[in-house]
């Protein structure tokens, strides 16, 4: 993956560089995703501040409570004292000392809840003092009840100083509640703007965003039409390129079949005098027998001139087996040229096959040449394809007898036929060996007509390999050589994996 990124860099530049429909639709796409962010994006900070302010309605809340339990339980233990003062009950007494219990508890919660700020600390400093007042003048007034001083407790209260701390207690918490109130309605009022500013920033968005894909739209159903109309232009041009293809394969294949009928007739009409040339050859051979043997008895009688003999007995002899050495070399170009050509007429048959198998039946036709050089035949990894039986085996067959005719007297020879799957639907086939090898500059000119490469010490006419390479590019294959001289060769076979035939049965 990491590989692939020089690579995309440059081509996602030119991508953005080069005016096109397509960069047109991914800008407006990028501008759509952007607006989106947007609009995420004020909407989470909306959603943060509304918690915010839902936080701080709670928070004043909680204060304002914790103020208001805090005066309650002052109250109480107000009303308490008077019930003790008044009956004297004890129960009373009681009462009145839990909720002075209790007041330390709420005061300290007051002050956590409002001491974040100065005005807070200060509102709790005064909080503070106002309640302990109040809680003096109640130990008081408590005190002279419990010594039997009712009337002069009675008399305290009646002055009113509880009443005026319990007022300013009140006025106190009065004044934070306003305080919490401002805050709140400032908070209200910052969430409110944040609110509006924010529909109003959806909106806006959301507009743009419907406008951008309206335009994509359009561009995108202008594009699809275009694509549509190459798509049409390009159907058209297939089928007049198919048409062309198929005039053009069809004058090819006659053309073709004209050269096969004509090489077919020029090699039948050649047989024909080159009989005649091998007839009378062996009819001159036999003439020469004749001279020889008259010559033979003439020399019973007199001498015979050297030259003649030397003619007769010497030349004669040679000059026919030249010729004979020639008529038969020409037979066996005529036969190949005739082979080719009653291969280049034959229709291809598709099957399964294993070139394995053909490889070991080839190597089993030839076993006792194979044992006598001393080679080791080994048929690798192998799999299986579809092609025509006979071309294959004549594939195979020839490309084994060379391996094993050009072997090099220096070391053993080992011939190794394998083969493997290749992506695409293709299969390829190496047959390999340990023989003379090919020098680099005759590696294409081997397989030309009538060519050979390296010593020509081994029987041959240059057919073979033309033949080979014929073959498998009927079967919609093709053929190469690896070789060092001196280290031996590798000939690729590579085929489709599945044989395709026209309606001639020939491959396309």
């Known amino acids: 993956m990491l590989s692939a990124i020089p690579r995309t860099v440059p081509e996602l530049g030119r991508f953005l560089r080069v005016p096109s429909l397509a960069r047109t639709v991914v800008f407006l796409l990028a501008g759509a995703i952007a607006l989106l962010l947007v ?14 302010f839902n936080n701080q309605v709670d928070a004043s809340w909680q204060a304002r409570r914790a103020g208001r339990v805090l005066l309650l339980n002052l109250k109480d233990a107000e009303t308490a004292q008077r019930g003790y003062v008044l009956t004297g009950q004890s129960a009373f007494l009681l009462e009145y000392r839990a909720a002075l219990a209790a007041n330390a508890a709420l005061i300290a919660d007051l002050d956590r809840r409002l001491g974040d700020d100065a005005i807070g600390a200060a509102s709790v400093e005064a909080i503070t003092r106002l309640t302990r007042d109040k809680v003096t003048e109640m130990d008081r007034v408590v005190a002279m009840a419990r010594a039997g001083r009712g009337g002069e407790a009675v008399s305290m209260v009646s002055r009113g100083q509880g ?19 401002l805050q709140l309605a400032e908070g209200r009022d910052r969430s409110e703007s944040s609110a509006v500013l924010t529909v109003v920033l959806n909106a806006v968005a959301g507009g743009l965003i419907i406008m951008l894909a309206i335009i994509i739209l359009v561009l995108v159903r202008r594009y699809l039409g275009e694509l549509q109309d190459a798509r049409d232009a390009l159907d058209r041009t297939n089928a007049g390129l198919e048409e062309t293809v198929r005039a053009r394969t069809a004058a090819l ?7 096969q009928r004509f090489a077919y007739i020029v090699s039948h009409d050649l047989r024909s005098p080159l009989v005649n040339v091998m007839g009378y050859t062996a009819e001159l051979e036999q003439v020469g027998k004749t001279i020889d043997r008259a010559i033979t008895e003439a020399e019973k009688v007199r001498e015979v001139e050297p030259d003649v003999v030397v003619a007769v007995r010497e030349d004669l002899p040679e000059a026919i087996g030249f010729i004979r050495a020639s008529t038969e070399k020409m037979d066996r170009l005529i036969n190949a040229i005739l082979k080719l050509s009653r291969d280049g007429r034959r229709g291809l048959v598709p099957e399964t096959l294993d070139i394995g198998e053909m490889a070991t039946a080839a190597a089993d036709s030839i076993r006792h040449q194979i044992e006598e050089s001393g080679t080791e035949f080994v048929v690798g990894e192998m799999v299986t394809f579809e092609s025509d039986r006979l071309s294959i085996e004549q594939i195979v067959g020839n490309l084994i007898e060379n391996a094993l005719k050009y ?41 030309e007509l009538f060519r050979r490469s390296g010593r020509q010490d081994r029987p041959g006419e240059g057919l073979g390999l033309a033949f080979v390479r014929n073959s498998v590019r009927r079967l919609g294959g093709s053929i190469d050589v690896e070789s060092t001289l001196g280290e031996g060769s590798t000939f690729l076979l590579k085929f489709p994996k599945r044989l395709i035939l026209d309606d001639a049965g020939d491959t396309v």
């Open 39 to 52: 609009v995420n994006f004020s909407t989470f900070v909306l959603i943060q501040r509304t918690a915010n």
């Open 163 to 181: 009443m005026s701390l319990m007022a300013q207690l009140n006025a106190e918490l009065d004044g934070i509640d306003q305080r919490l109130g």
């Open 253 to 259: 294949t006659r053309a073709n079949e004209e050269v």
């Open 407 to 447: 072997s090099d007297n220096a070391r053993p020879n080992r011939i190794e036929v394998s083969g493997r799957d290749l992506p695409g639907g293709w299969v390829e086939f190496a047959i390999a060996d340990k023989g003379r090898g090919i020098a680099p500059k005759d590696h294409e000119r081997i397989f």
